[in-house]
């Protein structure tokens, strides 16, 4: 079993994805963000593709060297041969750390989730073994984040006037379209700037990761809330295209000001009332980091079944 570092070539990739179509049942992952990797590691045996990482470096965070795209056989040695070559790799790169699974930054595909399920639409798709072959190669859990599930009812509805509130604040809603990609670029590059491991991304790489799903969205499961023209509370939520009558809430944000505390539950009251008029009966609050109030949020809302756990790895 031999593990090399080589370049990115579309022979490397299609290889890859080939292999990768056949190592698992329904849903496939793809490589992502290949162009944002400056090498890649394989294991062979035989000739035949082991293990595969693509390599990746991140100004915002320089001691790191990222390893996505992780794919593996059921292999400890295999994994092992893979995770001794980023090894190799991070030394002579001058890095301290390796971080993953992260396709480069936080705004690409990363974490695993432990107790692997079904996977629901714009979840991180991977085999269920791949975090204890991390664990076993001596990573720890570097950041933890829950999806929580709950299913819709109108008993869930807090008795508050949320309508009454946005006029109170003088707020005031905008539809979404695809031009409002480029305020909630703004938007989130400002209010995830204290998330740990955060890195700015640019309106146009912001906007080529979210066209690819425009043709699915709903607009009406997306509320912007303007102060003016400031963008200053977002919901976006998305059904699943994997399963009919579940919704996904993605992000839930607002603006740090003291004058915009309660929108994030305002939002929430306004997107059930919608999603229950809609007919969706299940929704999931998607990838809330352990210690992010829109986790107690959600709780609030019925979501206490913490039905998958994500982690992100580092050592």
């Known amino acids: 079993m031999t593990a090399q570092s080589e370049p990115i070539t579309d022979a490397l990739l299609q290889e890859t994805q080939q292999w990768i179509a056949q190592s ?50 059921p292999s400890g040695e295999a994994a092992a041969a893979l995770f001794q070559e980023a090894d190799n790799t991070a030394l002579q790169r001058g890095k301290k750390h390796l971080l993953g699974p992260m396709n480069g930054s936080t705004w690409h595909a990363h974490r695993f989730t432990e107790n692997l399920k079904t996977p629901y639409f714009l979840e991180f ?7 204890q072959q991390w664990v076993e190669a001596g990573f720890k859990v570097e950041e933890r984040y829950v999806s929580q599930e709950a299913t819709l009812e109108e008993n869930l509805i807090p008795l508050a006037d949320d309508e009454a509130f946005f006029q109170q604040k003088g707020l005031h809603f905008r539809p979404f379209s695809a031009d409002s990609l480029a305020p909630v670029h703004a938007f989130c590059n400002e209010v995830f700037a ?13 906007i080529a990761l979210y066209q690819p799903v425009l043709p699915i969205l709903d607009p009406e499961l997306i509320d912007l809330a303007f102060d003016g023209d400031q963008l200053v509370g977002l919901l976006f939520a998305v059904p ?28 929430s009251i306004r997107f059930l009332k919608k999603a ?30 913490n039905t998958r756990h994500h982690v992100l790895f580092s050592k």
């Open 276 to 305: 229950l008029k809609k007919g969706f009966n299940t929704m999931i609050h998607a990838y809330m980091h352990v210690e992010n109030r829109s986790n107690k949020v959600s709780s609030d809302f019925g979501g206490g079944d």
């Open 125 to 131: 798709i991977h085999l269920p073994y791949y975090p």
């Open 24 to 73: 698992y049942t329904g849903q496939k992952p793809s490589v992502s963000n290949a162009s944002g990797a400056f090498q890649a590691i394989t294991v062979r045996e035989n000739g035949q593709l082991q293990a595969f990482c693509l390599c990746y470096e991140n100004p915002s965070f320089p001691e790191y060297l990222m390893l996505g795209n992780y794919q593996c056989t």
């Open 240 to 267: 699943d295209v994997y399963q009919p009558g579940r919704v996904i809430v993605k992000t839930l944000a607002r603006h740090p000001g003291y004058k915009y505390h309660g929108i994030a539950q305002m939002l």
């Open 194 to 206: 204290r998330n740990n491991l955060f890195s700015p991304i640019s309106q146009d790489a912001f």
